[in-house]
């Protein structure tokens, strides 16, 4: 009778090392979540004669400083933003920059009409005038809201 008690003692103590252990992991997984930092938005255009100096993007809304290209006179210059990842609207851009002189920068900011949630990717479309043709520079940007 006593041989049998010792089994399930230690049939117990084997359980309760290992859910221990268990939850260890568990609470040092969950720390480590919550300290390491969410990744930084990132912005970039990828074609058209305008190149991105420099962004921020918030929950509540994008700035973008935009340089011209070398050339000619940019004008009517609109931003359009499509949020195709994640949650969240763009306001539409009524405030159409230009005329811009060549290696000059601007700013375009646009706000959210839905706040940005989770993991965004939002498609950039800046449209402009050259003085001869309507074109476009395409861009993306990304981040963990």
Excluded at 2 to 20: C, H, I, N, P, V
């Amino acid at each position: 009778m006593f041989l049998k008690d010792r089994k399930g003692q230690s049939a117990l103590e084997y359980l309760m090392t290992y859910g221990w252990a268990l939850i260890v992991i568990v609470v040092v997984i969950a720390a480590l979540y919550f300290i390491i930092p969410k990744t930084q938005a990132q912005c970039s255009l990828t074609s058209g004669n305008l190149t991105l100096d420099s962004y921020t993007l918030s929950a509540s809304n994008m700035n973008l400083s935009v340089v011209t290209g070398p050339g000619k006179l940019d004008s009517n210059i609109n931003l359009l933003a499509t949020v195709t990842t994640g949650t969240g609207a763009f306001a539409t851009d009524t405030n159409t920059a230009g005329p811009v002189q060549p290696g000059t920068k601007f700013t375009k900011t646009l706000g959210t009409t839905t706040a940005l949630s989770g993991n965004v990717s939002i498609d950039l479309t800046l449209t402009y005038y050259d003085g001869t043709f309507t074109q476009q520079a395409k861009g993306r940007c990304s981040g963990q809201f």
